[in-house]
């Protein structure tokens, strides 16, 4: 069984040589996540390279504003430390701590241990059926995020409506609705899709493949000088540096007993201020009546997400604070 | 007979009257806000102005309301704003450039642009001063006031809470002895 450290580690602090090692090797289980890149030799011996990592940890992870470079038995920084490894691998660490130099390193905290320990585990992310099923590209970082939107709301399921569209895709659907009421799609779109529009409107006569294709070329002129017809409206490659989704209002509200339309839209507000969305609509008050975000994918460690909030709520979910 | 005719005109004209009234309660931006909107800012702009005129008309392709500003500075340049709304507010600004293009003409042109869009009857929140926006995608994008450009600005580095598209473009005059070039701004804030 584990029991954590025995004296405080860090500036200041006791520093005994089985503390700081264990200290030293749980900072680097954290390395695999983009901020918290330590490369500690775990020699039990302090330094300005351990107190410095430490001092990221406390403020990456822990939302300290004023680190202050120790680790003090069971406090906020050691449970933070700790809240992602296993128990099993910490009474392992601290087995295992005296018999060599270097301590075979301790289980890392990967993006899929952490959202387990999060309890993002037990969230669902699903697709409407209407999406086609190789438009089902969103990543897995930022099907987390919403997650964690989810779990800062209350609720546990959130149904992705819409991802991205081909200039194929885009071309088809202006030109269905062109055909049904031109004057309202050009009040819908702006300058670049009134282009767009503007050659269905003089080639009106031609075939309609013919027409889709002439479209089809100048969504992609314009693509070429960054300018989009639709939001949605990108390539694959693109779609996988900047991942685009809209969450539908209705279709979230059905899969969820007594949803909060406003927490939620609150959540993925607050995610946007931490820097996890780039870009967040809401657009549920419109015809849309969806959220749309757009997420860069591994843009900052789940881990991060500081906010003491949710922290606060995941260690005491989870039972890591007792 | 007579009061038949008269009959149908009532019925015509009440008809006419409510569809109208109904189309412009279905637009997200309507035509009172913006026109309010325009009037609260009408003093700023004509101190920047000798000759300030507003101008109504439709679009032909939408019936969406359009309400042009025309402004001659008082640096002699001239400018002209064009609102046009309903669903979406889209504004183009075209502004023909009287001072000879220097260095400082990108910073003098969006301070000028700037005034303009944080005032615009739609609210804007820039993450980063204008300024800095045009001049990182004018960089990045290589492009240098001597040749005709159209970029697209980033839409990330501002808030309107509904998705926006915004456009620069350059060209130089050629031939004017009145005006060195002429820059063209589009913003579109709403829609698909």
Known sequence: MESGIYKSVGHKGANEKRDVKL??????????????????????????????????????????KYPDGRVDPGGR?????????????????????????????????TPAVIRDNAGLSNYTVSYKSSVK??????????????????????ATKAVITSTLRTPE???????????????????LYGRNGDKVLKIYENNKSKADDKIKALMVTEIESLAKDSKRVSKHCVSVADYKKLNIIDIGLNSTKNVNLNFDTTAFTKALKSLQEE??????????????????????????????YNKSSILNQFTYINGLLA | MKKITTLALVSLLSFGCSAKESDSQTCQYTKASIKQSLAEQKSAKSQSANHYYLRE????????????????????????????FCDMYNLEISYLNSQ??????????????????????????????????????LSESQKKL?????????????????????????SPVANSSLYSSMFNLYLGVGGE
Request: net charge positive.
């Open chain 1, 169 to 187: 895709e885009q071309a088809a659907i202006m030109l269905k609705n062109a055909k049904i009421n031109l004057k309202k799609q050009y009040r």
């Open chain 1, 275 to 304: 820097g996890y969305i780039k870009k967040f609509i809401d657009e549920t008050g419109k015809s849309n009546q969806c959220w749309h975000v757009e997420i860069v994918p591994n843009i900052k460690g789940i881990i991060e």
């Open chain 1, 77 to 109: 920084t050691y449970r933070y430390l700790t809240m992602y490894i296993p128990k099993s691998e910490q009474a392992r660490a601290e087995k295992n701590i005296n018999k060599t130099s270097v301590t075979k390193p301790v289980v890392a905290v």
């Open chain 2, 100 to 137: 000879a293009v220097d260095k400082n003409t990108i910073k003098d042109l969006t301070s000028q642009l700037n005034q303009w869009l944080v005032n615009a009857p739609v609210k804007l929140t820039f993450k980063k001063p204008f300024s800095e926006i045009v001049n990182s995608t």
């Open chain 1, 133 to 154: 099923e190789s438009r089902k590209i969103v990543s897995t970082y930022a099907i987390d995020i919403i997650k964690l939107a989810l779990k800062e709301s209350g």
């Open chain 2, 57 to 84: 008309s439709q679009d032909p392709d939408s019936d969406e309301t359009v309400l042009t500003e025309y402004l001659v500075l008082n640096n002699g340049s001239t400018a002209t704003l064009e609102h046009k």
């Open chain 2, 146 to 170: 001597e040749q005709t450009f159209s970029i697209s600005l980033p839409d990330d580095k501002l808030d309107a809470n509904a998705s926006v598209e915004y456009e620069l473009g350059f």
């Open chain 1, 23 to 64: 200290i030293q090797s749980y900072l680097n289980a954290f390395s695999i996540n983009k901020k918290l890149t330590f490369s500690l030799k775990v020699d039990g011996i302090i330094g300005k390279k351990t107190v410095t990592a430490i001092k990221t940890f406390q403020k990456d992870a822990t939302g300290m």
